[in-house]
């Protein structure tokens, strides 16, 4: 049963663009939402997080847009990139554990 | 000075055999876990330590058993290695509480034969 719900599976975005990635959960004992990235042949790591007392965090292009009552979380990339293009796991928290979703590979072209 | 580090980078191997991937931290971390990501990106966890002791397996098969000798380390030990287990791995370290977050090691590509 997956817990967390990611979309779209992939994305294309000019640079200059805004790039949108799209998670939803089922658990309400979630109480931390983290995204992470990857680059090919690298272990992912933590780009920007969100606690669910927040509706958005903002750090440089990167920003997270959280909606408690609809169980819904987004992260936007503004003035997309080419060196932005990897892959992006949305996460959960609970239960000891992190949840991720199944990922949005990014291609952002020059 | 990497942060969490994991041994070897590539492993090809054949079915059948026994192998482990051995992962370490600098962090301080009290918790550390094995990832499996599959051919489809997907990242499920397999299993967690805390302080020396396992908290979470994951319904792994139990050819899949971490061993833990001190706090900064984690390591993996596969054995009867089948085609299915072909994936990388990654270690990864944090907490669980506030805002504390998982830090994760470059991976291992295990290649089974």
């Known amino acids: 049963q997956q817990q967390v719900k990611q979309s779209p599976q992939s994305l294309i975005v000019q640079k200059g663009g805004i790039s949108i990635i799209n998670c939803a959960y089922e658990n309400t004992a979630f109480d931390y939402f983290p995204w992470y990235q990857q680059f090919p042949g690298k272990g992912p790591a933590l780009l920007i997080a969100i606690r669910p007392d927040v509706s958005e965090k903002k750090e440089g292009r990167f920003t997270i847009s959280f909606n408690k009552s609809a169980k819904q979380f987004s992260l936007h990339i503004m003035d997309s990139q080419p060196g932005d293009s990897a892959t992006y796991f949305c996460?959960?928290?609970?239960?000891?554990?992190?949840?991720f979703g199944k990922g949005t590979m990014l291609l952002v072209s020059p | 000075d990497t942060a969490v580090s994991q041994t070897p980078k590539y492993l090809v191997t054949q079915m059948g055999n026994d192998k482990s991937i051995k992962c370490e931290q600098n962090?301080?971390?009290?918790?550390m876990y094995w990832y499996k990501q599959d051919s489809k990106k997907f990242l499920k966890i397999m299993f967690s330590y805390n302080n020396k002791e396992l908290i979470i397996n994951e319904t792994v098969p139990n050819r899949f058993s971490p061993k833990s000798p001190d706090k900064a380390h984690l390591n993996l030990h596969i054995n009867s290695l089948e085609l299915g287990d072909s994936a990388v791995y990654f270690c990864?370290?944090?907490?669980?509480?506030?805002?504390?977050?998982?830090?994760f090691g470059p991976g291992t590509r295990l290649t089974v034969l």
């Open positions: 962090l301080g971390h009290d918790t």
């Open positions: 990864a370290t944090g907490g669980l509480e506030g805002t504390d977050t998982q830090y």
């Open positions: 996460a959960a928290r609970g239960y000891s554990t992190l949840t």
